[in-house]
């Protein structure tokens, strides 16, 4: 048995399009709970459900600019007050002017910066040399898996199970349990039928 109070996360990191589902199954058939393996993966619509097993813990985060509009916004108003002071007060208008133009600019720069998976990892203090490693590679279209055990014996059948589909991983000595930030979703895998989940599929025939 693990010794009181010790923790190990494995950290995986797969292409996107492998078979993440035989990868979960595995992970819970050597003895990891539900709620101790976590997918983080990126999509277009983060409420599309993905085909992983029943009740498996993933997170979707949007691969589009959705949150960014009110950064713009504010970079606007911004700018407007630096002009209004300028010309309105010009004792100081020159001061806030460059001040009210530079936090614009950062606002604007920061739009076009992806957050990726950075701000989750921040939230559950992952190690900050991995943790950039994982959002670089998230960048690059790859998957993430953060599987959870208190059981030191399954950390071996874990390894092997990722270098077995040729995962590259890290193991990490404490909890990580990622959450849903800066417009993420969390979902847990509904029982699939015919290619669809069965709640949406039983919604489209009382429907029809």
């Known amino acids: 048995m693990a010794e009181a109070g010790e923790v190990y996360t494995i950290v995986g990191i797969i292409p996107d399009g492998a078979d993440l589902s035989q990868t979960i199954t595995d992970l819970k058939e050597l003895g990891f709970g539900g709620e101790d393996v976590t997918v983080v993966l990126k999509r277009k619509d983060p409420d599309e459900p993905e085909p992983f097993p029943t009740g498996t813990r993933y997170i ?3 691969d589009d600019s959705r949150g960014l509009e009110l950064a713009v ?4 108003v911004f700018v407007v007050s630096a002009l209004l002071f300028a010309f309105t007060t010009p004792k100081i208008g020159a001061v806030l002017f460059i001040f009210f133009i530079a936090v614009a600019a950062i606002l604007a720069t920061g ?3 992806k957050v990726g998976v950075m701000p989750i990892l921040i939230n559950i203090e992952a190690p900050a040399e991995e943790s950039g490693f994982w959002n670089d590679e998230f960048e690059r279209g790859k998957v993430l898996i953060f599987a959870t055990t208190e059981d030191r014996r399954l950390l071996k059948p874990a390894w092997e199970v990722f270098e077995r589909q040729e995962i590259y991983f890290d193991i990490i000595g404490r909890r990580l349990t990622p959450q849903p930030l800066s417009g993420a979703v969390l979902h847990h895998a509904a029982e699939y039928e015919d290619g669809q989940p069965v709640d949406e599929a039983y919604e489209a025939s009382e429907k029809g």
């Not at 916004?73 to 606007?76: E, K, Q, V, Y």
């Open 60 to 62: 979707v985060i949007p």
């Open 111 to 113: 739009t076009f910066v």
């Open 73 to 76: 916004a504010f970079a606007g």
